[in-house]
């Protein structure tokens, strides 16, 4: 591993409680953290309809995971049991490519995380002012911003095990109308309009956004691998069970939805399963999904807020961060990571839900890139190193793994606006300025840097010739 010519001293046994104090998180909640990072539920996929129609919605959304999602999670499950630390793919591409581009990587996927969660209290109150009109705008929907992203802020500060339970409790509240939605409808369901598409009407960038939107983050469970119990087992099982989860919660709702309802596209937009709650259940149904709609927000903003905390909590523990990241409450969560996480959610909660999506997908694009070639080369390099999951395929087979996601890549980033494009650059920019003050701040000794003294050295460990591939 490239070596940033730094000193420093270990984390004092002092600095913040022991991590061994806590609960680790186990397989169920776990998975419905996953659930969270990368999904939530059906909303926000009436996009994809509006986009292209039933039959290439219905079609995204059960072949798209090939493409991505089962690469992502597979790369995961591999490195996030050879590092089962916290920093998760910040680790992964600074033992590949050296600190400074573990910088980077913890920089442009920290900043897209913070961007995505910044959309979770705006859309729980957009399904609020149909109710409360006073909330469509002005000085008390800032108001309401502020106190919702203060109450969540305030449920990952007391721990991560709490997160997880309440994980699982809206999940399920949340699953389980479309559930009955599935039951209701099925003497209403016309299969011909399964097929109905326009090739000539099809707006492809919003298509392939809102695929990749709703099933990307997969890697994002990697930043807190230091707070699962027996990663090495929990984590694969758990992005199994999910990935079976997430693709379930998204094809199920559309083909419901699209084979019980007349299609008209122009209608399919965010909120539109509620309309066809109403249609196949009644007025108890869509009020069921539309409280759903709401929790569903709440469930991925904790989730999201966990990993952004934790990934600045890792990047501290590597020296990459100002060791007061690196202190932990004592509920064991990263507070400052918790208030400045939240800080950014704060600022960007203007920005409107679309430039939220293109920019966050952008800045993700090129992250994932990184993590890709990561991949690869600690496949080659350090070939020797324990995995205890690995993915059951060579060299060859893992560039080849690579390759259609890293396609799907490029075709996003092509179809960005100019607008969007030229803010993500500027974006991943102040990254290659804010490494270098970290450089400079820590000799003038402006703040002060540790490396955590219980971080396994697993890569000098493959050089060892006892240990072998699991």
């Avoid at 939605?181 to 016309?190: D, R």
């Avoid at 560039?399 to 092509?414: E, G, K, M, N, R």
Wanted: aromatic share 14%; charged share 15%.
């Amino acid at each position: 591993m490239e070596s940033n010519n730094v000193h420093y001293v270990q984390l004092g046994e002092d600095s913040s409680p022991k991590p061994e104090r806590f609960q680790k998180v186990s397989v169920i909640p776990l998975v419905f953290l996953i659930f969270y990072e990368v999904s939530g539920g059906p909303f926000g996929v009436e996009d994809s309809v509006m986009a292209a129609g039933p039959l290439l919605a219905l079609i995204g959304f059960l072949f798209f995971p090939f493409i991505w999602s089962i690469p992502e999670a597979l790369i995961t499950a591999e490195m996030g049991t050879m590092f089962p630390e916290n920093g998760g793919y910040v680790v992964w591409v600074a033992s590949a490519l050296g600190p400074h581009w573990g910088f980077q990587q913890g920089w442009m996927k920290w900043l897209s995380g913070v961007i995505d969660n910044a959309l979770y209290p705006v859309l729980f109150l957009d399904y609020l002012k149909s109710a409360i009109p006073a909330l469509e705008g002005g000085f008390r929907r800032i108001l309401a911003v502020l106190l919702l992203t203060t109450a969540l802020t305030y449920m990952n500060y007391r721990g991560l095990t709490i997160v997880g339970r309440v994980a699982i409790v809206l999940g399920v509240f949340s699953l389980v109308p479309f559930a009955l939605m599935g039951l209701i409808a099925i003497p209403k369901l016309k299969p011909w309009r399964w097929c109905m598409v326009d090739l000539k009407n099809v707006n492809w960038g919003l298509y392939l956004n809102t695929l990749f939107w709703n099933l990307n983050y997969w890697d994002s469970i990697s930043t807190l691998v230091g707070e699962v119990e027996d990663p090495g087992k929990t984590l694969p099982r758990a992005l199994f069970y999910a990935l079976i989860l997430v693709v379930f919660a998204y094809f199920f709702p559309l083909l419901i939805g699209t084979g019980s309802a007349p299609v008209h596209r122009e209608l399919w937009s965010d909120g539109y399963f509620s309309v066809i709650a109403k249609l196949i259940g009644g007025v108890w149904l869509r009020t069921w999904i539309q409280g759903a709609s709401a929790v569903s927000n709440m469930g991925m903003f904790i989730a999201e807020m966990s990993s952004d905390s934790f990934q600045l909590l890792g990047m501290a523990e590597r020296g990459m961060l100002p060791e007061i990241f690196a202190r932990r409450s004592q509920y064991g969560t990263p507070l400052v990571g918790i208030l400045f996480s939240a800080s950014g959610v704060i600022l960007l909660s203007w920005l409107s839900f679309q430039e939220i999506v293109a920019a966050e997908n952008f800045l993700y694009c090129f992250a994932m890139i990184m993590e890709f070639i990561a991949f690869v080369k600690l496949r080659m390099q350090y070939p020797e190193a324990i995995r205890p999951y690995k993915v059951p395929l060579g060299t060859v087979g893992a560039i080849f793994l690579c390759i259609p996601p890293t396609l799907l890549i490029l075709v996003v980033l092509a179809l960005a606006s100019p607008k969007v494009m030229a803010i993500s650059v500027i974006a991943v920019l102040i990254g290659f300025f804010i490494q270098p003050f970290m450089t400079y701040a820590e000799k003038r000794q402006w703040f002060r840097f540790s490396m955590s003294s219980d971080l396994p050295d697993i890569l000098s460990a493959s050089a060892d010739p006892q240990h072998n591939e699991s």
